[in-house]
C-alpha cells in the first residue's frame, strides 16, 4: 500500500508539471493575443485576434481549474493508517522549476571577473549543477530537507562571490504551487526564498505522513508542522517583494497559521489518545475545552486570511471549507468538554464550600476575558447546570454546521473517515443531551436560537515552539 501511495503522489507531481509548463504556454498566448490586440487598428484582424485570446483564456482558466483540483487532492499526502482513525491534514504541493544552465555563467565569470582556469573549479560548478537539479524534485525525507538546505546555502556563497554587484543573464523560472503561473527573475534571492518555501511544503508533507494513531507518530506531525509554520514565517520576514502570490505576504501568514492550527490539533490528538473518558475531573475537562478553543481559534484565523476578497479565488476551495469545518467541529468539542465540566461535576455531596467556589472560579475563568466581565461568576448549582445545557446545546449547533460544510463540498463530502469522525462527535454530545432530558433532577432551560448567545471559550496561550531552521540568518 505505501508503494502504491508512493506511485500516486509521483503521478500527481508529473501531472503538476505538465499542468504548470502548459499554463505558461497559455500565459504566452495570452499576452502575445493582448498585445497584438492593442496595437491592430485593423476590425477583421481585432475581431480575429479577440476570439484567439477568449480561446486561450478559456484553456488557461481551464488548466488553473485542472491544478487546483489536484491541490484539493489533500488525501494522497496522508499515512495510510490514518485514513481509517483520523482526519486528514491540509498540505502543498512543491513549487516547480524549469531546468537551469549554471555551469556556462559561472565559468563565464570565473575566466572574466576572476581571471582564472574554468576547467580548475569543473568539479565544484558540476556539484552546484547536480545539487539543484536534485533540489527541483526532493525526496520526501529528511534527506530531502537536508538537500534543499545545502542548496539554499549553497545559493549564500555563489550571490556573493559571483553575482552581488554583477549583472548575469541566469533566469530562474518558478510556477506558483496553486494556481501554476510562472515567475521569471534573474535574483538569486528570488532563487533562495522558492527552495525555502519548498523546505516548508516538504516539513508539511511529512508531517501528514506520519502514522497518529500512535504517540511517536502525532509528535513526529506535531514536530514537522510547527517547522512548516516557522518556515513560512521566517520567509515572510525575510523574503520581500514577493512576485508570486503563494510567496505573498498574506498568503504566507494563512499557510503558517495554517500549519499551526493543525499542529496544534495533532496535540489535542495526542491528549485523546490518553483520556478518551473524562477520568481527571474538572480540571482535565476545562483543559480539553481550552485546547480545542485554541484549535478552533487558528482554524477560524486562517480561514479568515482564505476568505479575504483579494484572495478567495486563489486558494483551493476545499482548504478553505475544510478549514471552516474544523473551526465549526473544535469550537464544537470546546463547548462539549465546557458542558462536561459544568454537568459531570455539578454533584456538590462531600465537598467543602470553599472547594465549590475554587470549581466554579474555575469554570468562570475558562471563558474569554471580555465574556467573563460581563458575566457575573457562577453562585448556585442551579446557575452551574444552567451553563452547562448552553454549552451543550451550542455544541450540537456547531457540529451540524461543520457537517453541513462537509455535505455541501464535492471533495470533503467523499472523505469517509472525515465524515464519520464529525458524526461520531456530534453523538457524543447528542447522548449526553438525552441523558439530562431524561433526569428529572435537571431543570432545562429555555434552548437558545443562536450560537452567538454562548459565551466564547478562551483558549489556552499558544507557545511557538518552532523547530530552529538550519538555514542561517547570513543566508539571506
Not at 305 to 325: C, E, Q, T, V
Not at 357 to 362: C, E, G, L, P, T
Amino acid at each position: 500500500m505505501a508503494d502504491t501511495t508512493a506511485t500516486l503522489r509521483t503521478k500527481i507531481q508529473t501531472r503538476r508539471s505538465t499542468l504548470n509548463n502548459q499554463i505558461s504556454k497559455e500565459m504566452r498566448m495570452v499576452e502575445g493575443a493582448e498585445n497584438l490586440l492593442k496595437a491592430s487598428t485593423n476590425r477583421k484582424t481585432r475581431e480575429t485576434v479577440a476570439l484567439e485570446l477568449t480561446f486561450h483564456e478559456s484553456n488557461l482558466e481551464r488548466l488553473q481549474s485542472q491544478l487546483a483540483q489536484l491541490n484539493s487532492a489533500v488525501t494522497i499526502y496522508q499515512n495510510d493508517g490514518n485514513k481509517e482513525t483520523r482526519v486528514p491534514m491540509i498540505c502543498l504541493g512543491l513549487k516547480e522549476t524549469d531546468a537551469v544552465d549554471l555551469a556556462k555563467p559561472l565559468e563565464r565569470f570565473i575566466a572574466t571577473h576572476y581571471y582564472g582556469n574554468p576547467d580548475d573549479y569543473e568539479n565544484q560548478v558540476m556539484d552546484l549543477v547536480t545539487l539543484r537539479m536534485a533540489a527541483r524534485n526532493p525526496q520526501r525525507s529528511k534527506d530531502g530537507l537536508d538537500l534543499l538546505e545545502s542548496y539554499v546555502r549553497q545559493l549564500y556563497w555563489v550571490e556573493r562571490r559571483f553575482f552581488r554587484n554583477q549583472k548575469h543573464n541566469i533566469i530562474f523560472q518558478w510556477y506558483d504551487s496553486v494556481q501554476g503561473m510562472p515567475t521569471a527573475q534573474q535574483s538569486i534571492t528570488f532563487e533562495k526564498a522558492s527552495v525555502v518555501f519548498n523546505i516548508g511544503v516538504l516539513h508539511s508533507q511529512l508531517a501528514s505522513r506520519q502514522d497518529r494513531s500512535t504517540a511517536g507518530g502525532v509528535d513526529c506531525a506535531i514536530e514537522e508542522f510547527e517547522a512548516a509554520s516557522g518556515t513560512f514565517i521566517h520567509l515572510n520576514e525575510k523574503f520581500y517583494n514577493a512576485p508570486s502570490p503563494d510567496m505573498s505576504p498574506h498568503v504566507l501568514q494563512m499557510l503558517s497559521t495554517l500549519m499551526l492550527a493543525q499542529a496544534q490539533e495533532c496535540m489535542f490528538e495526542k491528549r485523546s489518545l490518553d483520556a478518551e473518558v473524562l477520568e481527571g475531573g474538572v480540571e482535565l475537562a476545562i483543559e480539553l475545552a481550552q485546547d480545542t478553543a485554541l484549535v478552533a481559534s487558528l482554524y477560524e484565523k486562517a480561514f479568515d486570511f482564505m476568505d479575504d476578497a483579494h484572495f478567495r479565488g486563489y486558494i483551493p476551495k476545499s482548504w478553505a471549507n475544510l478549514s471552516r469545518a474544523k473551526d465549526f467541529h473544535f469550537r464544537a468539542l470546546s463547548h462539549y468538554y465546557a458542558a462536561a465540566a459544568h454537568l459531570d461535576f455539578a454533584d456538590e455531596t462531600g465537598l467543602a464550600d470553599v472547594d465549590i467556589a475554587d470549581m466554579r472560579d474555575q469554570l468562570h475563568n475558562m471563558l474569554e476575558t471580555s465574556v467573563r466581565s460581563q458575566m457575573r461568576p457562577i453562585l448556585s448549582l442551579q446557575e452551574q447546570v444552567e451553563r452547562g445545557v448552553v454549552h451543550l446545546q451550542v455544541s450540537m449547533m456547531l457540529h451540524r454546521d461543520g457537517q453541513r460544510i462537509l455535505r455541501n463540498d464535492p471533495e470533503l463530502k467523499k472523505l469517509e473517515t472525515l465524515v464519520q469522525v464529525f458524526a461520531q462527535d456530534e453523538q457524543m454530545a447528542v447522548a449526553k443531551d438525552v441523558e439530562l432530558r431524561e433526569d428529572p433532577s435537571i431543570e432545562i432551560p429555555q434552548p437558545i436560537t443562536a450560537v452567538s448567545e454562548a459565551p466564547r471559550i478562551h483558549g489556552e496561550t499558544l507557545s511557538q515552539s518552532f523547530l530552529e531552521l538550519h538555514i542561517t540568518e547570513s543566508s539571506w
